[in-house]
Structure formats: C-alpha cells, structure tokens
T-cell receptor
Framework: DAGITQSPRHKVTETGTPVTLRCHQT?????MYWYRQDPGHGLRLIHY???????DKGEVSDGYSVSRSKTEDFLLTLESATSSQTSVYFC?????????????FGPGTRLTVL | DAKTTQPPSMDCAEGRAANLPCNHS???????VYWYRQIHSQGPQYIIH???NNETNEMASLIITEDRKSSTLILPHATLRDTAVYYC?????????????????FGTGTRLQVTL
C-alpha cells in the first residue's frame, strides 16, 4: 500500500461535460501516472508527471489534460467527455524497491459517459 | 520492452502451489521481470520482481531460468483470495531519479482460478 487514494471512485456523466479525477498520495513520491483500462486493451498510459508542474504525454493522451500543482495531487481532466472515455482510470506512483523503481496503483475510478 | 507470453488461464486447488509460467525470449540484459496481479475491479497489485536471481518475498517466489528467457511465479499455498489475473511484465528500470518515465505495458495475463 503506497498511500494512494482516488476520487471519486465512481462517476456517471453526460457527453460534453468536463470531468476531473483526482489522485492523492501521502508519501511524497516524485513520479505519478494516469492509466486507463478497457476490455481487450489492458492498461494504457495517458499522462505522467515527474515533479510539480512537470508532466508529459503517454500513449493515449488525446482528450485528456493533467495538472500537478503540488507533490501529493495529480489531476486528470476530460475537458469535454465523450462516450469513448468510459473506462476505469488508475493512478500509480513509482517508488524505489530493491534499487529499482516499482509502480504501485490506486483503487481506480470507474467513469461512465452517457 | 520485451514481449511476454502467458497462458490465458490456469486452475489451482486451494492449498496447493500455483506455478504461473511466463516466456520472455527477447529479454535484454538490463530488463527486469515484474509480476503484478489484478483482483476483479481492483487496481493492479505489485507482487515481485527480479533481474537474474530467484527472488522470494512474503507473497510469492520468482524463478528465472539461467538464460532468462522464461520465468515462473510460484504462490506456495494458493487460497481463494489469490484468484486474479496475473501479469508478467518485462521492462528496464532506469532508476527513480533519471527523469525517465517507467511505463508499464500490461498484456492479457493469466487468469488464475483457485478452487476448493
């Protein structure tokens, strides 16, 4: 357990509305990640952060933006939600374990876009 | 990162050892083998990782062949709570402070069903 919480845990919204998902960590980890998981696709990286105000795109970043104004919070925003963004979203952090970095995941947010 | 191949599903009786194989024949010298599992509707859970040597922790053991082309995750006494999808992932580990993102690539994994 790496002290990761995600909020909300479940959300239903309508197409075209903005949505923000929050990832919060309590252990001061530098790296944070947002993934989405869909049937048949496994987990895919959306965006990641390597420090406050330092973020970069992953493989499926279109339609998503992120912000990290403080170490403990990494926000994922869908500016105008679409049905294709219905998914389960996982946040992760990297922590050092046996001299290598290992990712630990949050409990997930299930988002439904109608 | 090297590609991995795992059987899609396996069964195991409760109390017995569960041996989950993984092939990674294209693994390179600086790549680690990581194992995660995902219990239904939960986030992926880290289990264990290794480079060359066999590893053991409180959850499992990881056996890596000498040529590093395959590995086996062993759950010594499987319980019903071990029913999950198990993912074998091969990746390098650039280190926590190198500024390089350590993206994980999850395949389809092995669905382990532990039965009474």
């Amino acid at each position: 357990d790496a002290g990761i919480t995600q909020s909300p845990r479940h959300k239903v919204t309508e197409t075209g509305t903005p949505v923000t998902l929050r990832c919060h960590q309590t252990e001061n980890h530098r790296y944070m990640y947002w993934y989405r998981q869909d049937p048949g696709h496994g987990l895919r990286l959306i965006h990641y952060s390597y420090g406050v105000k330092d973020t970069d795109k992953g493989e499926v970043s279109d339609g998503y933006s992120v912000s990290r104004s403080k170490t403990e919070d990494f926000l994922l925003t869908l500016e105008s939600a679409t049905s294709s963004q219905t998914s389960v979203y996982f946040c992760a952090i990297s922590a050092t374990r046996a001299s290598t970095d290992t990712q630990y995941f949050g409990p997930g947010t299930r988002l439904t876009v109608l | 990162d090297a590609k991995t191949t795992q059987p899609p599903s396996m069964d195991c009786a409760e109390g017995r050892a569960a041996n989950l194989p993984c092939n990674h024949s294209t693994i390179s010298g600086n790549e680690y083998v990581y194992w995660y599992r995902q219990i239904h509707s939960q986030g992926p859970q880290y289990i264990i990782h290794g480079l060359k040597n066999n590893e053991t922790n409180e959850m499992a053991s990881l056996i890596i062949t000498e040529d590093r082309k395959s590995s086996t995750l062993i759950l010594p006494h499987a319980t019903l709570r071990d029913t999950a999808v198990y993912y074998c992932i091969v990746r390098d580990s650039p280190g926590i402070n190198t500024g390089t993102a350590s993206k994980l690539t999850f395949g389809t994994g092995t669905r382990l069903q532990v039965t009474l």
